[in-house]
Every structure is written in structure tokens, then in C-alpha cells.
């Protein structure tokens, strides 16, 4: 029999188009030297305790629809660095919170199953990704102060939650494609925000003033608004150093009106060039 222990193996892909399902068998474990493991589309059902020996595992993705629960000898995955899973009902073990390389999590969710309880318990994490059509954000959330990214992708809500000016470290926000309706206020707490990306979303009414106090905003993207008035304050315009702004017509952007923002931002890919044309 072939001692996987003595070979060096990456990387190990299992998925569409080979939809492999049932048990992965316990002598995974073996695997010492294993970096990445990616189960995405696959039909795999259970995860066997073993898993938690491959100390040197760096990408885990287990994107399916079919596990129904993950082993808590994970917390010996001391070397992961990202995580995916996909739609899952079972609380989170909690021993993903003692993970001491895991920085970003990226979990997937459905209207009628929501996300999986226990993401408080993801302290130490620096990103986090929620996808799919789930009705808003749980809390708990907003419990994970260490964040430097979030990202929510298609998200039922209409509103983005208060509760996000307590990740007071973002520097990236994505919320896109979703049912967002204007620009939150509270925002303008997140003082360390670099990226502002509210894309796909139907967007009306005014620009809060609040965005004025994002100092560090260097890229602010919009997309398929219709109904979004008044101004961005000028000296933020001029730091910017990428806009997105569409479906408004075309201006000098002087004033920081949404009018004149139309694409002009869009070429500026550097403080230096937008500084030139002052």
C-alpha cells in the first residue's frame, strides 16, 4: 500500500465535475504536508475527525450543501488561514475561535436556513464573507471587533444594521448586490474605512454628511443607484482614488455632486493623478 506520509502533496481538489460523495475516509489524516483541501460541489457528507491532524493545512473549502456537522478536532488545524463553508445549519465548533491563522471565513446562507450560530466565537478573524440571500446579519456579528473586511453579497436586507458602527477596524466594506436602499449615517463611524463598495443596490435619497468623516476613504463604488442627491464633500472627492458612480449623467465633478461624478473619478487610479488635475 502507497505511505501518502512519505509524499509531498499540496494541494487536493475533490468536486464538480466528479461530484464524489459519501465519507472522506479517515486516513486523510496522513496527509502531514497537506496545504490545501477543496471539497467545493462535491456531495461529501461527513468529515472525519482526522482532519484535524493536518497541522500544515492552510485552505480549507468545504462549499457543499450535504454536511450536517463539523468535528471539533478542527482547533488543530493550527496552520488555516481561510475557511469556506457552505450552507450549513450546525453551530460553528467552538474551537474555530482558537484558531491562531485564521483570518478569513467566508460562509454561505439561504432565506430559509439563514448563517450557522457560533460566529461570535471567530475572534480572531480579519475577513468576513457572507453570501447568499439570507434576511440581514445576525448580531453576533457585530461582536467581532478585530475585522479589518466585510463582505455581503446578496443579501435580503433592506438596511445596513447599526450594529456596524461597532467594527470601529473595518477598513474594507462591501455590501453588493443586495436590496440596500440608501447610505447608511453610521458609516461614518467606521473611521478607519479605506473601501466603501455599495454596488447593486437601489440606492435613493440624500448623501449622508457623515461620509465627510471617512478621512481615509481612498475608493467609494456605487453601481445601479437611481435616486441618490445632494453632494460628497469636495475635499473627499479629491482624495478618492477610485469612483464607481453610474446612471447619472455626466459633469465635471467640481462640486462632489452625484451629477458630476459620472465616471470622471473612474480614471484616476492614484492620489498623484487626481492631485494633477486640481
Known amino acids: 500500500m502507497l505511505n501518502l506520509n512519505n509524499y509531498y502533496l499540496p494541494g487536493w481538489t475533490i468536486g464538480s465535475p466528479n461530484r464524489i460523495g459519501g465519507s472522506i475516509p479517515a486516513e486523510i489524516g496522513s496527509l502531514s504536508k497537506l496545504r490545501l483541501l477543496d471539497l467545493a460541489q462535491s456531495e461529501v457528507s461527513e468529515v472525519p475527525p482526522q482532519l484535524g491532524l493536518l497541522s500544515s493545512l492552510e485552505t480549507l473549502n468545504l462549499d457543499v450543501t450535504t454536511l450536517t456537522s463539523l468535528p471539533s478536532t478542527l482547533g488543530g488545524l493550527l496552520s488555516l488561514n481561510f475557511l469556506r463553508l457552505g450552507v450549513f445549519m450546525a453551530p460553528l465548533p467552538a474551537q474555530l475561535g482558537t484558531l491562531p491563522k485564521l483570518a478569513t471565513v467566508d460562509l454561505s446562507a439561504s432565506i430559509s436556513k439563514g448563517l450557522p450560530a457560533g460566529i461570535s466565537q471567530l475572534t480572531n478573524i480579519r475577513q468576513l464573507i457572507l453570501r447568499g440571500d439570507a434576511n440581514g446579519l445576525p448580531e453576533e456579528v457585530f461582536t467581532l471587533t478585530n475585522l479589518t473586511s466585510l463582505v455581503v453579497t446578496g443579501n435580503r436586507s433592506t438596511g445596513v444594521p447599526s450594529g456596524i458602527a461597532n467594527l470601529t477596524n473595518l477598513e474594507e466594506l462591501r455590501w453588493t448586490n443586495g436590496r440596500i436602499q440608501s447610505i447608511p449615517p453610521h458609516v461614518g463611524e467606521l473611521r478607519k474605512l479605506t473601501t466603501l463598495a455599495l454596488e447593486n443596490n437601489p440606492l435613493t435619497g440624500p448623501i449622508p454628511r457623515e461620509l465627510g468623516q471617512l478621512t481615509h476613504l481612498q475608493s467609494l463604488q456605487l453601481r ?45 487610479m492614484s492620489h498623484e493623478s487626481v492631485a494633477d488635475t486640481q
Not at 475635499?235 to 446612471?247: E, G, I, Q
Not at 455626466?250 to 451629477?259: A, N
Request: hydrophobic residues 40%; proline residues 9%; charged residues 25%.
Open 224 to 268: 445601479e443607484f437611481s435616486g441618490l442627491t445632494g453632494t460628497i464633500p469636495p475635499d473627499r472627492v479629491r482624495k478618492l482614488a477610485v469612483a464607481v458612480l453610474m446612471r447619472v449623467p455626466p459633469g465635471d465633478g467640481s462640486d462632489g455632486s452625484v451629477e458630476g461624478l459620472f465616471l470622471n473619478r473612474m480614471r484616476f
